[in-house]
């Protein structure tokens, strides 16, 4: 077992080293206790919008940001218990809602926004009762229960609030959570610690690397690289030596051992790139192997090889044939002993032109560019029974849940492992279709970091429901905008470049439904965009065959899920 940090053990052993409160500060007027609170009852009836003329209201949400800073100002119980209220709701319109429904709904109300708002303030509040108030949540006996409920919900602000918090109780309780609270909760108490990048808590990451569920292994993961990449990085002339290089050789053993044998996908994605933004020499070899261990799976595991070529292309600044780990290998043998990495470029400078490794680090390795098409018509409801190997990750045999079910699993898996500054977006379809962020009327290009992660894996996914017929052209149509921008941005720059289309049946609704026409029209699209698109399919064969040379077509691979 991991003991606690060297700073942490302190703080337990030297209680007198610990700093003095300050003085209590002057507790909020009552009127603005009173105001706030009649605000939340706005909020939580859905009568509060941050949305104007289809655009975030700025003024609303400084004015938003301004109220909760009072409150929090007076540092006392009463009020941090309102702002928690704010942390930790998210509304729900009244009535059955479908899921087109829920996704305009939460545009406009935007509950991601207000839950991070009221997240920073109570991380500034140490008054009386206030930490152990937060932290008396994380023993509710509700937060083990398999049915989601607002204990579960509770636990989840906690652990927001305590990323970051100054507390020496607050880093503790995440310590201890990342061991012993229930696995969703694991996940979001090992992001919460990674917010501290002290090379302290990289022993404890390192060990929940060999815990049994895949998403705590992917969250440590992501914040092994976070955490190690001030103190590796080379190419701002990093050199670590003594503990810091002891900790970086472990990581870089350890991160490679997943990247070679862990039998989830995403777990491999989240250790690629977590060897990657460390941004040194030693993790060349290690990305080399991963990369041939992939080549040579049988089961196809999202294009995963292809995602390791990229990083080997911007770590390297070489331009090779994807489909053989052949030609890594070989520039390695050559060149490896006379690499190094070249320093950054100071802004306003221009890279000198003669270096060799020319193009080294000018591809962004954090920016991975995703769109998701997403089917959930109602045949998406429908009970399936995994195969062993069946594409998915380490799936037990007979393993029954809904296609639905399967799709929001895997995907959040993957949104845990790629790196902050991804960009990311969802379309999904029924017999209508919905963007998850838009511009107008095609998809943002949404950068995941801590509140957009969080949106998207605690409201967007968890509240799709299967529904209506598959409008599948209509959803390609909003995706790669056919005779618009669509996956360009304003520059008219290929925003995204990767594809994933998942679905589980033939199109039967939308203006064409025709698969030899939707695969042509898809073609004609992305002649020059040559966004890479990928396939995977659940069901019938004879209903989603079309989608494997659509796949093919378009620089991508086809995935059947059984």
Known sequence: MTPPAPRL??????????????????????????????????????????????????????????????????????AAKLLFQAASIAPRPAGTTSTTDLVDYYRELQPWRVQALAGKHLRTMTGDGIVPWLLQMLSAPGIRAAKQNQDQANAAAVLRVLAGHPSIEAELELLRACRSLPSELRVQAVNAMAQDTSLDLVPTLLELLRDSEPNVRIAAANAIGTSLAP??????????????????????????????????????????FSLAVMRCKPVIPVLIRG???????????????????????????????????????QFWSREGDAFTVRPRTAPGQVPARADKYEKFFDLAIESDRVLFVLDFSGSMAEPMTLKQGSGTGAVPTATTTTKAELVVSELKKLILSLPDGALVNLVV???????????????????????????????????????????????????????????????????????????????????????????????EANNLRKIAIHCITFGDRNDTDFLRPMAEENGGRHIHVE
Request: aromatic share 6%.
């Open 231 to 272: 103190h590796t990085d080379e190419s701002l002339g990093k050199q670590p030596a003594g503990t810091a290089l002891a900790l970086r050789d472990t990581a870089i053993d350890k991160l490679g051992e997943l990247l070679v044998r862990d039998q989830v996908w995403q777990v491999r994605s989240a250790a690629a």
């Open 9 to 78: 053990l302190a703080a337990l052993l030297l209680p007198c080293l610990a700093a003095q409160q300050p003085p209590a500060a002057a507790p909020p007027p009552a009127a603005e206790l009173a105001a706030f609170t009649t605000w939340l009852q706005d909020y939580t009836a859905g009568a509060f919008r941050l949305v104007k003329d289809g655009h975030t209201d700025d003024a609303a949400l400084a004015e938003l940001d301004a109220r909760m800073g009072r409150v929090a100002a007076g540092n006392t119980l009463a």
């Open 429 to 523: 379809f029924g017999d209508e279709v919905r963007i998850w962020r838009q511009e107008g009327n095609r998809p943002a290009l949404v950068r995941l970091d801590d509140e957009t992660r969080d949106d998207l894996l605690g409201n967007f996914l968890d509240n799709l429901r299967p529904s209506g017929s598959t409008n599948l052209y209509g959803a390609l149509e909003t995706a790669l905008g056919f005779g618009d921008r669509g996956l360009y941005d304003k520059y008219y720059a290929a925003g995204f470049d990767t594809l994933y289309v998942i679905s589980d049946g033939a199109p039967t609704a939308g203006k064409i439904v025709d698969k030899d026409e939707i695969r042509r029209r898809v073609r």
């Open 291 to 329: 990369l041939e261990a992939e080549l040579n799976r049988k089961q196809d595991p999202w294009a995963m090889d292809i995602r390791l070529h990229k990083l080997l292309e911007g770590l390297t600044g070489q331009s090779v044939v994807r489909g053989s780990a052949t030609p890594w290998k």
